[in-house]
């Protein structure tokens, strides 16, 4: 009865015929009342759960997405125009990155991967909202490479909300500096494109490493930007010539780095390097890194096991349960018959890999495990 | 008393028992690594025609003033309920469809139309039910705690009205299962039945009062004239659907031969056990596509068991292989037709709603639980010191479990065409003994004639 002191108000009368809506109210937008009066004669489904047989993306329940465009940007990488459906929140900020879910043989995968759209990107080409993803395959990667040679137009997707904390603030400093390797470019991507949309572009260097010409993800747009732009300097360093690009040669290409804001994507070895150059300076103030989770098989047994609720951790070998891992940590975890019939234990798993006991199956980021007969293959988080 | 050795009850050493849980577990494996874009296609294939269906049957009904759209309208809605309810919520709840990892097509995220939470019932039935199937004490889906069917538990006068019972339980399965569902549910979380406001009681208010609302007040007023005879077909098809998933279940677990355990068959139960004591403890009942679908497979209700979270239209396959182990290991694949199941279902309901005095067997040989002990001095293991089974010298087959019934069955009747005898021998003796005096008597009387003539003379 706590509730009864606003049951009387528009909003409380709002709420109540929005609540069997509620699951998907943050991103429903208006439509949720009418969704939830119709929702009272549908029950137990939504409207949306009808509405999506007759068109994908008109569910608000799941954020889904059509591919409207496959372009190749390099041999082994791809852009990939999504438009959104229902409830897609186009106010993301230039950096973040979506969750992606694809189908492949009757199942769905789900990765991250950065946007590489300025937010509110309006390209004519594809009439309303779309939002942009660039895809590098991954020799090891089984959905990276699928996306960039198996994906058509068309293919109807699923969407996580983008979020992430590798953002560009508005307005952007006057001084900034980007590091960047591989498809390490994409984040940087979306913030240099939201800068020359807003028409911001101060005064930023790029340094980018690519191993040769042909590698170098966007390298027209680049010039063009550079073209448009004199205060933005893009420097390829391309490491089958050069070598790996040296941070110490800062010094001397760009002597004023220690007054850029700087913001670094790259692999992980790249990325540790400079962490530790400007803690040397005294600087990690100035510095923002975003670590790409390597696509890879789970070729580990074990690992540590973080309970994401709890913060907890555990380190595990490879014959031990998920569910046994988090008894022994102290953590209450949902279980049942603990033979992997009952589908009581599942839980998300929110960071990681882990795999199937009975069978060696793996399993990925984002996907929901039997914790009663799953081990963990490497690090991992779960979410509960 | 029912099994409480699996091991010796199938005729089987521990190490066959290891073999055959290793081939059912080869069985799982070769199903699972050939999931693949047939199956997703057939489970979204299912719930688009089920979405279509009922949406459909409540358009027509909006003429449902029209005896023949009445008519129509409500056989569609009981179809599209059925299949919602067998094919879609039981199976996809129980986790069948997770390796699609379709947040939409998932088991945490599924909510059936019948008045029980899902979840409440996720618990109750994958857990309860499905870990501990037929384990008296331990499954509460035995008899759903309103029926007796089993003679292993003790007679109580309130079993007397079975017969009504089972027709009520019947027209009103979908409810019998919430409130079934609902105590578990509080049981298993530790919650007390006088704390009014808990999560399992507020969530249990809350779906049957959408449920309701649903189907009795909301739709007929939306098809406002035809308010009444909307409801009416409402009702109708949940009584139609009540009453299908009612004989459904009760053949899959009531007709003779689903074997009843007890809980010192659970103490350091194997895997191996384990799967045997679903393979037993479960009955099929034979279905052609149509049948099978439209229960849900759960025609394949031992499979099921087995495999409970292997995708429903596999079971047909699955079942060759599980027939084939069945003869390899000599044990009973218990089905029949769905009629002759549930007329086996229907004798127990009635036969058991009166007190142990007025039945022959005991809970070791009765048709619808027997155990170990119904083979004590009954079956012959010729050359067979250390394994409880022997070889067919004639056939070179495994002479097991089937065998052993088989020969018991002989034994029984052996025995009683002895007792027979013996009673008929009894029977002639008295006779003679009868006869030996009367002819004793009658010459008494005879000689006592004569010399009363004696006398006279």
Known sequence: ?384 | MAITDIRAFAHLAAEDVETLGQELDTLRRSVEQSLGERDARYIRRTIAAQRALELAARAVLFGSRNRWAWMTGTAMLSVAKIIENMELGHNISHGQWDWMNDPEIHSTNWEWDMTGPSAQWRRAHNYSHHTYTNVLGKDEDLGFGILRMTRDEPWRPVHLVQPVANIVLAAAFEWGIALHDWTIEKELTGVSRYQVFSEPNKAFARKITRQVAKDFLLYPAVTGPAFLSTLKANATANLIRNLWAYAVIFCGHFPDGAEKFTEEQLEGETPGEWYLRQMLGSANFSAGPVMGFMSGNLSYQIEHHLFPDLPSNRYPEVAVGVRGLCEKYDLPYTTGSLGKQYLLAFRTIHKLALPDRFLRRTADDAPETSSERKFAGVTLHPGSENRPWSIDPATGKRRGLRWAMHEAKIALRAKAEHEKEVLRGAERTLRAKARQEQDLLRRARHALRKSHTSYSA
């Open chain 1, 1 to 384: 009865m706590g509730r009864k002191p606003n049951a009387m108000t528009v909003r409380g009368v709002k709420n109540w015929l929005e609540a069997p809506a509620a699951g998907i109210a943050e991103r429903g937008g208006k439509l949720n009342l009418l969704r939830g009066a119709v929702a009272r004669v549908t029950t137990p489904l939504l409207p949306d759960d009808y509405l999506h047989l007759a068109n994908p993306l008109w569910s608000a329940r799941e954020l889904r997405g059509r591919v409207v465009d496959v372009r190749k940007e390099t041999a082994d990488s791809a852009t990939l125009v999504i438009k959104p459906g229902w409830g897609f929140d186009f106010r993301y900020e230039p950096g973040q990155y979506i969750g992606i879910g694809i189908l492949v043989e009757g199942r769905w995968h789900w990765r991250s991967y950065s946007l590489t759209s300025p937010p509110d990107w309006n390209d004519p080409r594809y009439g309303k909202k779309v939002i942009a993803i660039a895809v590098k395959a991954m020799p090891e990667g089984f959905l990276s490479s699928h996306l960039v040679n198996g994906v058509s137009a068309g293919t109807v997707v699923r969407l996580a909300a983008p979020q992430g904390a590798f953002v560009l603030p508005s307005p952007p400093p006057p001084k900034v500096l980007f590091l960047t390797a591989g498809s390490g470019i994409t984040p940087v991507m979306s913030m240099l494109r939201a800068m020359d949309r807003r028409d911001v572009v101060t005064d930023v260097v790029h340094i980018h490493s690519a191993r040769t010409a042909e590698d170098v993800m966007f390298a027209a747009e680049l010039d063009a930007l550079h073209a448009r732009h004199p205060g933005f300097v893009s420097h390829v360093h391309l490491t089958g010539e050069k070598g790996k690009f040296a941070t110490e040669t800062l010094d001397e290409l760009y002597p004023d780095w220690r007054e850029r804001q700087t913001w670094a994507c790259g692999p992980l070895g790249m990325l540790d390097e400079i962490e530790k150059h400007w803690h040397e300076a005294g600087l990690e103030s100035a510095l923002h890194v975003e670590r790409f989770e390597v696509e890879r098989s789970a070729t580990t047994e074990g690992g540590t096991v973080t309970f994401g609720k709890s913060g907890r951790t555990v380190t595990v070998d490879g014959a031990t349960t998920l569910l046994e891992a988090g008894e022994s940590a102290g953590v209450q975890l949902p279980f049942g018959c603990r033979m992997g019939i009952c589908q009581t234990c599942v839980v998300t798993l929110s960071s990681g890999h882990a795999r199937d006991l009975r069978n060696g199956t793996e399993r990925f980021e984002g996907e929901k495990v039997q914790t009663c007969i799953s081990a963990a293959a490497g690090d991992c988080t779960l979410e509960v």
